[in-house]
């Protein structure tokens, strides 16, 4: 199995196929494999050997689509670098694996003297953006324009074709291994679990850094389909390339679908195309499943659970699932059910199979487990043990083999002994009509170790009182369960992938002192 | 990539499913994975070691599948032996591979002794028929009984899973080995192609030895379907299956699916639940696809192409080119678009990619061409080149990337110095409504060298001369492509698999003259 399959593939089915549209750029599949064998032969004269990292720091772009392929066929390995991260924190991720070769757009170029001044890894950069190229860079076009096209370096399988540095969110970022198999059995996974389409346009709204990104990558192009992109997510940005490119299929988080379908102006674009909206990080709550059933009739909606260590897909929602017919089985809070390539259970801290319907940690095998974290072998024997993933997601599977996600581990509170699972609380809270969003954590208490809190986002002109959410929640949940304090908050800290970031919740809480895992 | 994941699958995510139905027998995926575990254990005991080849001699029934699992759980690899072959043939395929261990069914026990006499490798028979186990024999079920359930061997990615013999139609048969990755992906590439229900009951209807029984077992397994399994291919078995067991998909090649819907009491039977035929082996004819649509109209119609080689699928006619829209298109002679883990080019005998439309040899590159042919080094060096697998098959593509086989190359019959493409002869004749099946092949001519000769299956009650059959195909197509002489016969050679077999056709014709290769 080999990433750059579907450019050979494209190359003799359908050359004269859009393969990338950018702020009005447009190039067809001959064209892009042209710019990929090119860029890779200006990679290779610029160092990069086979097996040797190149990152890229930027906002998505076609360029970015040239890249990640441009490395692979040249031989490297991709590092696509967090544009949420501090140059302390990118410098960190390219130092651990040696990432000598950076590509960086107009939006990032003024991290690099710092950028420069903290790695000591860095050593050579390339401007992908649309001005003249600064001094001490090298010019992305010129690259591209410059070298012959190479053959493909043909690594595949079991090579290392990319390393995401994920778990900033605690500790120093780990580098995720994932391989040529990794990928490409995601993507095979992940389609023939079925419901698609066989060849469409995709929109890339979500970060193309984001493994998340990388995996629709794969997907569309395991399809030859065609790549719409644009700068970052905005509404009115993916309304507007729907529209006017008949995107039929996109991947976006929850409350990024909630600010599509509720933008004001959506009924001035035609939607009609998007026949299937991927969504993850979450699951849909029913009024924004109601909202964006209503606003989009033509669209299947199909939830992904998974992480950057599973390539990344564990289990699917089905569309069905999101249909009246489906609601009725109430799964619409599962996060679905294995995909072909994924074997999944749940287990207790032993490792021993807990019985069907109650909450362990999901653990996953199968040929998306990643190879390993970079230079990590203590961690990776932590997380790997027989050759199964272990996510740290609490959860459990019902009868019918359907998942439902409750924690990640770390942020179940444990209060008074008893363990709460942040997302029931959510989900009772949620029900709220004066609510649009929220997060529950542990924060420190002296009687009982840890006390439910509640960070809640109001909808516009609406209140709440505590009295008020503390009845709510009793009438839903046992008393244990419910917030014993709250705070209304103006919005919820999201990462750049649209995941709730909860321990910048936590932090005023517990300030310097280390949180207990339980 | 391992091809018993679906069994670990199905024990956790759905064990009370039906995972096999045979004659009145049912087991659950808990039995079955049991059943299968036990099997191992068995075979291990009669001395099966990690990539031991083990043998099946039998037609289809839930024991197959078994069988087929166990050999893989226990670590073996499964050699399915073609039933159609004499005992001398098995013997030649069991002894290449070095083949001890073999299991029989009641339609096949009477072959043993000559099986013995002939064979150096057979040491151990297993009795996989229903009666009382023969002397010298092991019991099938005494086996399954009376050993503990081992642990899966876990044999993966690279390591051999079957062999499969092959080529019996020209020469000595070879072992075309295929991999838990060949076969794995080939399900998942097939399945990602889309147009696939996620979970169905499906039915073996054609013989589970041939590789395209593997492919379905597969496919199935990957979504934890049920397995209908039938002895044999015949319409009556066929409807009562499906109508009994709410059948969502079986593979039929052509001549099947024609039997099965012209059948007279097909109106007899309830049929809707059939909601996908795949059908290879050769395209659907108008007429047949004409009559099966109404017959049918809940069906898709899928056509997959490929060979042993291949594990086995190649490209894929999806559903829309055999409805109205998609006819107009014209696509429905074609074999479809290459599924995604498939690379196609079209080369000269020099290797060189020949232009869009022109006819030339297939070759296709990626994750499901065989590892080579068991002890062949030569042969596996002239069919795999550079990664590419050379198909023996002459095709074109045309500027939609459809494939189009027009012949194995050396069915192509050369007359009068000019290549002519035996399929396109058949089609020409096919539309003559006195004739419900042909084939054209070449015999010696002393001026031409080869001339176009028609073997004619009529429709009952039809009559035919060799004046209008010549007058009709003048019509359609060049001269020299006209048949110059023909037979009438009461049915066509097949293979097992439903394959024509043309040397058959011509062995009269050439006797044991050598006859020339193009």
């Given amino acids: 199995m080999y990433l750059t399959q579907p450019l050979h593939k494209a190359l003799r089915e359908c050359p004269t196929r859009t393969a990338t549209v950018f702020a009005g750029r447009r190039h067809t599949y001959a064209q892009f494999a042209d710019r990929v064998a090119r860029l890779a032969a200006g990679l290779r004269a610029l160092g990069m050997q086979p097996g040797d990292r190149v990152g890229m720091l930027s906002l ?77 860079m090298h010019g992305y076009e010129a690259l591209v324009g410059d070298h012959a096209p190479m053959d493909d370096a043909m690594r595949h399988d079991d090579d290392l074709a990319g390393i995401f540095y994920t778990g900033g969110t605690t500790g120093l970022p780990k580098g995720v291994m994932l391989s040529h198999r990794n990928l490409y059995s995601d993507a095979l996974g992940t389609l023939a679990a079925g419901y698609r389409q066989p060849a469409v346009v995709g929109l890339h709204a979500a970060p193309l850094f984001h493994v998340g990104g990388i995996g629709l990558t794969v997907q569309l192009a395991a399809r030859l389909a065609t790549h719409v992109v644009i700068p970052q ?118 490792g021993r199979d807990v019985e069907t319907g109650t909450v362990g940690e999901i653990a996953v095998r199968g040929p998306t487990v990643m190879q390993g974290y970079w230079n990590k072998p203590e961690q990776t024997e932590a997380a790997l043990r027989d050759g199964w993933m272990h996510t740290g997601d609490a959860g459990y599977m019902d009868a019918d083999g359907f998942l439902y996600v409750v924690d990640r581990l770390k942020d179940m509170v444990i209060s008074g002994g008893e363990n709460v699972y942040s997302v029931e609380v959510e989900n009772a809270i949620l029900k709220l009509p004066q609510v649009s969003a929220c997060a529950v954590i542990g924060i420190p208490d002296e009687d009982l170790g840890e006390r439910v809190h509640a960070a809640i986002v109001l909808k516009e002109g609406a209140s709440l009182d505590f009295e008020t959410l503390s009845r709510h929640c009793r009438s839903l949940i046992a008393g244990y369960k419910c917030p014993r304090s709250m705070e209304l908050r103006d919005e919820l800290p999201l990462s750049a992938a649209g995941k709730l970031l909860k321990f910048k919740l936590r932090e005023p809480y517990w300030n310097a002192r280390e949180r207990q895992v339980s």
């Fill in 60 to 136: 998505n772009s076609d360029r970015y689509l040239e890249y990640l392929y441009a490395v692979l066929w040249g031989g490297g390995v991709i590092n696509p670098v967090n544009i949420r991260w501090s140059a302390q924190e990118v410098a960190y991720s390219l130092d651990d694996c040696d990432t000598r070769i950076l590509l960086v757009d107009d939006a990032f170029s003024a991290y690099l003297p710092d950028l420069r001044a903290e790695s000591r890894s860095l050593r050579t950069t390339v401007y992908a953006g649309d001005d003249e190229t600064p001094d001490g």
């Fill in 233 to 350: 997510f905005t509404p009115e940005g993916v309304l507007e390339a729907v529209s006017a490119e008949g995107v039929g299929e996109t991947f976006l988080v929850p409350t990024m679908l909630k600010r599509v379908v509720e933008h004001r102006s959506f009924s001035d674009f035609d939607t009609d195309s998007l026949g299937c909206v991927l969504y993850g990080a979450a699951p849909i709550d029913s009024t924004l499943l109601d909202r964006a059933t209503r606003a989009l009739p033509n669209a299947d909606f199909i939830q992904l659970y998974g992480m950057t260590e599973l390539s990344p897909v564990a289990t699917l929602l089905p569309a069905w699932c999101h249909k009246p017919e489906g609601r009725k089985a109430g799964k619409l809070l599962s996060a679905g059910k294995p995909v072909s390539t994924a074997e999944l259970r749940i287990v207790d801290p032993e």
